[in-house]
């Protein structure tokens, strides 16, 4: 605990060192993710499943197969089973990540070893036969990567300081959304100009950055030798961390329904925008991809005010409590959402719909975002028990797996739906996750304030 305190000494901000080193090694990687969503299913849509390119993908007309079980389907949902199924399963290899960190390599390794993977993925994106094993080596990279970098930021705060500890994950989710509003804006601008090729070759390159930063800032990040090397056991969990456990998992498990619903932007709202949102401004039209960085731009804004605003509340025993902020910020999911439906209300042509509508419903996600996945990571790296926070990282990631492999399934039917009834769905989804959590708030924060107490 000393060595943790002591890092943050001398900090104007009261942050330790370490925190910033691992917010900008992140912001590369969502660079990396958020870079390449916003391009995936219009680059498939567009260009990989037209015949010729199609038949050059090793592999492809197998997985078609697989996937059309309920019968032949579109070449737009099957592009959003795709993203559905790439995108949940880079949240599902961090549990692998964490198991690897733990017991293995540790976790400054493990991180090193999931940026020169992604990096891989993305060159092997510039070739259409590689598009799978392209997607494979991305989501090895990514897992190794994602739950150990969150564990890291944990580590740098003593469990006592929830308030500081969530405010340091909603510093470092800023430096992720940085990344998140980059990303898009840059690869979509050369995908456009020299190919989308080009493009996911960029993402590669700007991975390689994250991986000098994380190197250069290795002294101010705590030790993690894993435990195999060590050759200690684990000591058994308490009854009082048994049940902390339990309750870890609930919490996550109520994140689900606004991993369904939020994640649909960044797939299905490409294409909602490129089909239904007019574009045009008085320099040209806008590409559609740029709006896979709105939602980090709302983010980005909305940070430095919750920081104050939550900080503010803390000095007069107001704040929420993190389980109640999870429950905010999928009902806010809900309002961006339904924004999209009302906008789309009466129209059903192409660039029909003010691009204000989709804006505002855009900005808005990324302050429901800043409100509930930072500080889910907040409590399961404060609760999470004695040599389980790597591998509890990785559960929490399954949240959003879950969460986007069936946005994936339910966006399958977005050509079958009017725009207006398909987001008054993906609205319902996250007000009911809302709810629950708010129902159940009191319970579950006190039972995690009483067990951490004990």
């Known amino acids: 605990m000393g060595s943790i305190e002591q890092t943050a000494i001398g900090q104007p901000s009261g942050h330790p060192k370490g925190l910033f080193y691992l917010s900008f090694t992140e912001m590369w990687e969502r660079f990396s993710f958020y870079g390449m969503s916003a391009l995936l299913t219009l680059y498939m849509v567009k260009e990989l499943l037209l015949p010729e390119n199609a038949a050059q993908v090793i592999g492809l007309p197998a997985l078609r197969n697989l996937f059309e079980f309920r019968g032949a389907m579109s070449d737009v949902a099957f592009s959003a089973i795709i ?6 399963l880079v949240y599902f290899t961090p549990i692998v990540g964490g198991w690897v960190a733990d017991r293995i390599l540790g976790a400054k390794r493990t991180v090193m070893l999931g940026v020169i993977l992604m990096s891989a993925g993305h060159l092997a994106m510039s070739f259409y036969a590689s598009f799978l094993f392209a997607l494979l080596l991305l989501i090895l990279g990514s897992g190794f990567l994602k739950g150990n970098i969150s564990a890291q930021v944990g580590a740098l705060y003593p469990p006592s300081d929830e308030s500081m500890r969530s405010r340091g994950f909603t510093i470092f989710s800023t430096g992720i959304c940085i990344g998140a509003a980059s990303g898009p804006l840059v690869t979509g601008l050369v995908a456009a100009v020299y190919g989308w090729h080009a493009g996911f070759a960029v993402a590669a390159v700007l991975m390689l950055v994250a991986l000098l930063a994380y190197i250069l800032g290795q002294r101010h990040l705590p030790d993690d030798r894993p435990v195999a090397r060590k ?16 309750v870890l998992l609930l919490v996550i498990a109520l994140t689900i329904p606004a991993e369904i619903a939020y994640p649909m932007v960044w797939s299905i709202g490409i294409l909602w925008v490129d089909q239904y949102v007019n574009l045009a401004t008085s320099l040209g039209d806008v590409p559609s991809s740029w709006f896979a960085s709105m939602d980090s731009i709302g983010a980005i804004l909305a940070a430095p005010a919750l920081v104050i605003f939550w900080a503010w509340q803390a000095k007069r025993g107001i704040e929420p409590s993190s389980v109640t902020k999870v429950g905010i910020g999928s009902t806010i999911i809900a309002v961006a959402a339904l924004l999209f439906a009302y906008g789309n209300m009466g129209h ?11 804006i505002a419903g855009w900005l808005i996600m990324g302050l429901a975002w800043m409100y509930y996945w930072p500080t889910t990571l907040a409590i399961v790296s404060r609760a999470a028990p004695a040599g389980m926070a790597s591998i509890l990282m990785g559960v929490a990631f399954l949240s959003p797996f879950i969460g986007h492999v069936l946005a994936g399934w339910i966006g399958s039917y977005f050509d079958q739906m009017h725009p207006s009834v398909f987001w008054a769905m993906d609205a319902a989804i996250a007000l009911a996750g809302g709810i629950l959590i708010l129902l159940f708030r009191k319970r579950l924060q006190a039972t995690l304030e009483s067990d951490l107490a004990s």
């Open 83 to 88: 993203y559905g199924w790439y995108a949940g």
């Open 231 to 246: 050759r200690e056991k684990s000591a058994p969990m308490t009854k009082a961390e048994r049940k902390r456990l339990w």
């Open 348 to 358: 059903s042509g192409p660039d029909s719909v003010d691009a204000g509508w989709a």
